[in-house]
């Protein structure tokens, strides 16, 4: 007899399952289940692995199958909290402050996050609550909501669609928003066939031939000595780069300090027997502000060459320092110069902070590079995986679009 016919309410299991589009949880423990799968989904897919950021892309299911806005908003907090965790202690360590400091910017920086994705979650499940997750995406992509739009799950696309440029970023988009329909079990059998096979053909992005990216572990001295000592050891370095093969040598974020008319000399002068060409990172001041910059070294000459788009906010970027005449903070050029050119090569260079969000990569993408060149200072990232973040995301975003690859850091 069914329990129609018997005039009983049906189980509870049922009563949960039909007319929604989540799997069979009781309603009390609905939230906390979702909360902790967020928390697990954030840890495990921003681990600094590329091959485990597709977990990531369960998060849209875990919103769409919360039973409330605050659910959601629990959801999402637990997500991207988990994904940064390490952001309390690099912050401690940069500011060289208690924990506290470092807890407060986490939260902070959660807040814009979780507001975007509580405020566009519908109870109404379908093709408008998928409407909405990607309205929430692409907010999350883009500036101004996209400054701090780091953990974002289509960086997975060039896990799962390596080479596909664009096609596969489109793939990996339509997978998200599907995750957030009843349709989610096809979601889920697909981004598991597509993660295995990816697991087991691992696929590298080209090693250019002649570029040479080179790791120093000079912690938080890097550019902040100012003899010559220091500024000869690095160009000895890269001399030595240059017997070896190399004719393009990457130094990392911030490598060369304060950079002057002095420091252009002695920089020109130390290659000018050498074919040898250098980008290196450096700071540029003017009266109220600097640019965090890329310059281009090589015999007889020396310019900067790109001009940071997303400087850490915070730590770097302070757009109120600028309101209230303060000034002294590194200036944003947002979408200024996404492709430039290196020894006859369109490169994409993306520095530090630009490596976690999405839109700077996209916008040299869509303009046409041919190499993405990732340059990195992570002495405050100790004890950490923020670093490893990094160079995971900008592999995969490498793996995506077919191009080369070279990453500099310094820790």
Same mark, same amino acid.
């Given at each position: 007899?069914?329990?129609?016919?018997?005039?009983?309410?049906?189980?509870?299991?049922?009563?949960?399952?039909?007319?929604?589009?989540?799997?069979?949880?009781?309603?009390?423990?609905?939230?906390?289940?979702?909360?902790?799968?967020?928390?697990?989904?954030?840890?495990?897919?921003?681990?600094?692995?590329?091959?485990?950021?597709?977990?990531?892309?369960?998060?849209?299911?875990?919103?769409?199958?919360?039973?409330?806005?605050?659910?959601?908003?629990?959801?999402?907090?637990?997500?991207?909290?988990?994904?940064?965790?390490? %952001?309390?202690?690099?912050?401690?360590?940069?500011?060289?402050?208690?924990?506290?400091?470092?807890?407060?910017?986490?939260?902070?920086?959660?807040? %814009?996050?979780?507001?975007?994705?509580?405020?566009? +979650?519908?109870?109404?499940?379908?093709?408008?609550?998928? @409407?909405?997750? @990607?309205?929430?995406?692409?907010?999350?992509?883009?500036?101004?909501?996209?400054?701090?739009?780091?953990?974002?799950?289509v960086t997975a696309a060039g896990v799962l669609f390596p080479g596909w440029g664009w096609w596969g970023l489109t793939a990996a988009v339509v997978m998200l928003?599907?995750?957030?329909?009843?349709?989610?079990?096809?979601?889920?059998?697909?981004?598991?066939?597509?993660? @295995?096979?990816?697991?087991?053909?691992?696929?590298?992005?080209?090693?250019?031939?002649?570029?040479?990216?080179?790791?120093?572990?000079?912690?938080?001295? %890097?550019?902040?000595?100012?003899?010559?000592?220091?500024?000869?050891?690095?160009?000895?370095?890269?001399?030595?780069?240059a017997t070896s093969g190399a004719h393009v040598v990457i130094l990392p974020e911030s490598a060369l300090g304060f950079w002057t008319p002095t420091l252009e000399?002695?920089?020109?002068?130390?290659?000018?027997?050498?074919?040898?060409?250098? %980008?290196?990172?450096?700071?540029?001041?003017?009266?109220?502000?600097?640019?965090?910059?890329?310059?281009?070294?090589?015999?007889?000459?020396?310019?900067?060459?790109?001009?940071?788009?997303?400087?850490?906010?915070?730590?770097?970027?302070?757009?109120?320092?600028?309101?209230?005449?303060?000034?002294?903070?590194?200036?944003?050029?947002?979408?200024?110069?996404?492709?430039?050119?290196?020894?006859?090569?369109?490169?994409?260079?993306?520095?530090?902070?630009?490596?976690?969000?999405?839109?700077?990569?996209?916008?040299?993408?869509?303009?046409?590079?041919?190499?993405?060149?990732?340059?990195?200072?992570?002495?405050?990232?100790?004890?950490?995986?923020?670093?490893?973040?990094?160079?995971?995301?900008?592999?995969? +975003?490498?793996?995506?679009?077919?191009?080369?690859?070279?990453?500099?850091?310094?820790?």
């Amino acid at each position: 007899m069914t329990p129609a016919t018997s005039g009983r309410s049906p189980p509870p299991a049922f009563s949960v399952w039909r007319g929604r589009s989540s799997p069979s949880i009781p309603d009390r423990w609905r939230p906390a289940l979702l909360v902790t799968a967020a928390v697990a989904i954030g840890w495990v897919g921003w681990s600094g692995h590329a091959l485990t950021l597709p977990f990531a892309m369960l998060f849209p299911a875990l919103w769409a199958w919360a039973p409330n806005r605050v659910t959601a908003a629990a959801v999402s907090m637990a997500y991207f909290l988990a994904a940064s965790r390490g %952001l309390p202690q690099g912050v401690a360590t940069f500011f060289a402050s208690d924990l506290w400091l470092g807890l407060g910017l986490w939260i902070c920086a959660s807040c %814009l996050f979780v507001g975007v994705h509580a405020a566009l +979650w519908v109870r109404q499940p379908g093709w408008t609550r998928a @409407l909405r997750y @990607l309205v929430a995406a692409f907010l999350m992509a883009f500036p101004p909501f996209g400054i701090i739009g780091w953990a974002h799950p289509v960086t997975a696309a060039g896990v799962l669609f390596p080479g596909w440029g664009w096609w596969g970023l489109t793939a990996a988009v339509v997978m998200l928003l599907v995750a957030t329909t009843r349709a989610w079990p096809v979601m889920m059998i697909v981004l598991a066939g597509l993660w @295995l096979w990816s697991a087991t053909n691992p696929a590298k992005p080209p090693a250019p031939v002649g570029w040479r990216g080179v790791d120093l572990s000079l912690g938080q001295n %890097l550019g902040r000595e100012h003899s010559l000592v220091y500024q000869d050891a690095l160009a000895t370095l890269v001399r030595e780069q240059a017997t070896s093969g190399a004719h393009v040598v990457i130094l990392p974020e911030s490598a060369l300090g304060f950079w002057t008319p002095t420091l252009e000399n002695l920089w020109i002068n130390a290659l000018r027997d050498s074919n040898v060409t250098l %980008l290196a990172g450096a700071a540029v001041l003017d009266r109220h502000s600097y640019d965090n910059v890329m310059v281009e070294i090589s015999s007889g000459k020396a310019s900067v060459l790109y001009r940071e788009r997303m400087p850490v906010p915070v730590s770097m970027w302070q757009p109120w320092a600028t309101w209230t005449g303060a000034g002294g903070g590194a200036r944003a050029s947002f979408f200024a110069n996404p492709v430039v050119e290196l020894a006859g090569i369109r490169i994409a260079p993306v520095i530090c902070y630009e490596q976690l969000i999405v839109w700077p990569i996209l916008q040299s993408m869509w303009f046409g590079a041919e190499m993405i060149v990732a340059a990195g200072n992570g002495w405050w990232t100790q004890g950490s995986s923020i670093v490893e973040i990094q160079k995971a995301s900008v592999s995969a +975003w490498a793996r995506l679009f077919a191009v080369p690859l070279v990453i500099s850091f310094n820790t």
